[in-house]
């Protein structure tokens, strides 16, 4: 898989929207972008995923560069309960093997 | 989504005992279902792929006579940790992918500590 590359930590306000970006520079044409977060002590959560379109769903928007080369995950109204590590992987879904490689990740703390 | 569960979510076990941990997709019948382990403050390293019915696929550097894995069921894989020594202690988390689309659902994760 694609190597990402993520700001360590992030710090966002309660009811701001949080942005957090990613690059991913050599990914390849046949390569989706996912996001995922992790709270604390607990298994990670799919938030989103998208190959070139922006996406949109009831937790997040993704944003994705016209080169494909970054992307963004917007989390539009932050809440308390959004602070977690966001995880994003770029992976290729279509050869039904779903080894998903994480990184490091972000840390979003989001404060009251 | 599928709803996956571990249990037990905590074990403390002493050095050189053999541990299970379960991990049920309980709405989903999974043919495949993914191992990962985390230390403390660090991400999810993928153990082994539990594919029903048949071995498990191992990934670099997991003994798999240390980790084995039985995917008995499609709504079953266990994972028993042989021979436990303090070094294993981690959170063990599993996940099952539905949709064809690479979307994973992961349990709830079972932290084991071994003294």
């Known amino acids: 898989d694609a190597k990402t590359t993520q700001p360590p930590s992030m710090d966002c306000a309660e009811g701001r929207a949080a942005n957090l970006p990613c690059n991913h520079s050599?990914?390849?044409?046949?390569?989706?972008v996912y996001w995922y977060r992790q709270i604390h002590s607990q298994g990670p959560q799919y938030i989103i995923h998208?190959?070139?379109n922006n996406e949109t769903n009831e937790m997040a928007s993704l944003i994705i560069t016209e080169d494909r080369k970054s992307s963004t995950l917007i989390l539009p109204h932050a809440t308390l309960r959004d602070t977690a590590v966001y995880y994003c992987?770029?992976?290729?879904?279509?050869?039904?093997?779903?080894?998903?490689?994480f990184g490091k990740g972000t840390l979003l703390t989001v404060n009251p | 989504g599928a709803v996956v569960s571990q249990h037990p979510s905590r074990v403390i076990c002493k050095s050189g005992t053999s541990v299970k941990i379960e991990c049920r997709s309980l709405?989903?019948?999974?043919?495949?279902m993914f191992w990962y382990r985390q230390f403390p403050k660090k991400s999810l390293m993928l153990m082994a792929t539990?594919?029903?019915?048949?071995?498990?696929?191992?990934e670099q550097g997991v003994e798999k006579d240390k980790f084995l894995i039985n995917h008995a069921s499609l709504t079953l894989s266990t994972l028993t940790v042989t021979s436990a020594h303090p070094e294993d202690s981690s959170f063990y988390i599993c996940?099952?992918?539905?949709?064809?689309?690479?979307?994973?659902?992961f349990g709830e994760g079972s932290r084991l500590t071994v003294l």
């Open positions: 998208g190959l070139k």
């Open positions: 992987i770029v992976f290729n879904s279509g050869g039904s093997n779903y080894k998903l490689t």
């Open positions: 050599t990914i390849s044409g046949n390569e989706y």
């Open positions: 709405d989903f019948q999974a043919t495949t």
């Open positions: 539990s594919n029903e019915g048949s071995k498990a696929t191992y």
């Open positions: 996940s099952v992918e539905t949709s064809g689309t690479g979307e994973l659902f």
